[in-house]
């Protein structure tokens, strides 16, 4: 049971380029998100979903896409990456994204965009 | 709209020594509260956390009280250990905005 997976660990991106991190749970979970951190900020919601085929912008959605694949894989995109994006990113997953709901976390994807 | 106010950190303690880390809140409706901890290079776990008013959450010797006539959920532990190093986060969720709200973390350093 490997929980939260996410890839890749580390990316380094000049201003403009694209890419996807990808995100996968095996828990069964209806609920997904993509949060970013950075420093004494705490995390911000940039994207969420709250079951399959449904996705919802969150605090910080300018700059990002997102794709629900299916119940396990929730991926998310920056089209043209700007020096602002370098953050951590963290997935996460919960059983149907209600209020006493525990999310579970990935171990995150660490971005620098130069 | 929802907010989380943690104590600043950082915090340095000696093992053994009283833990202490204030959150309060401000939430429409009656939210649940979360503690997260978050270890060198990991992603966030969840620690403790209470859904209603007055309820204890504890784990691993830590304890925090959901205090809705003050709107605080303070993390408390009696005697903390060099492994308790790590980030806290005070967290809260509303059902209708179906999203975890966080506090900016506190860093707690334990010395042997």
């Known amino acids: 049971n490997a929980g939260v997976t996410q890839t890749p660990k580390f990316q380094v991106l000049k201003t403009g380029q694209s890419m996807t991190l990808q995100c996968a749970q095996d828990?069964?979970?209806?609920?997904m998100y993509w949060y970013r951190q950075d420093p004494g900020m705490g995390l911000r919601l940039i994207y969420y979903?709250?079951?399959?085929?449904?996705?919802d912008k969150g605090e910080v959605p300018n700059g990002y896409n997102v794709s629900r694949l299916n119940k396990r894989e929730f991926s998310l995109r920056l089209e043209s990456a700007a020096p602002s994006q370098t953050s951590v990113y963290f997935c996460?997953?919960?059983?149907?994204?209600?209020?006493?709901?525990?999310?579970?976390f990935g171990p995150g994807t660490r971005l620098t965009v130069l | 709209g929802n907010s989380v106010t943690q104590m600043e950190g950082p915090v340095t303690l000696s093992e053994e020594a009283f833990l202490t880390i204030n959150c309060t809140y401000t939430?429409?409706?009656?939210?649940?509260l979360f503690w997260y901890v978050q270890y060198p290079g990991e992603g966030l776990q969840l620690l403790l956390k209470?859904?209603?008013?007055?309820d204890k959450g504890s784990n691993k010797g830590f304890e925090a009280t959901y205090r809705k006539e003050t709107t605080s959920f303070h993390l408390e532990k009696g005697s903390v250990q060099v492994s308790d190093s790590a980030v806290y986060f005070c967290?809260?969720?509303?059902?209708?905005?179906?999203?975890?709200?966080f506090g900016s973390g506190t860093q707690l350093t334990v010395l042997p």
């Open positions: 996460a997953s919960s059983e149907d994204g209600g209020a006493g709901d525990t999310q579970y």
């Open positions: 828990m069964n979970h209806n609920s």
């Open positions: 979903s709250a079951s399959e085929g449904t996705t």
């Open positions: 939430a429409t409706g009656y939210p649940s």
């Open positions: 209470a859904t209603k008013a007055d």
């Open positions: 967290a809260l969720h509303s059902g209708s905005a179906r999203q975890l709200t």
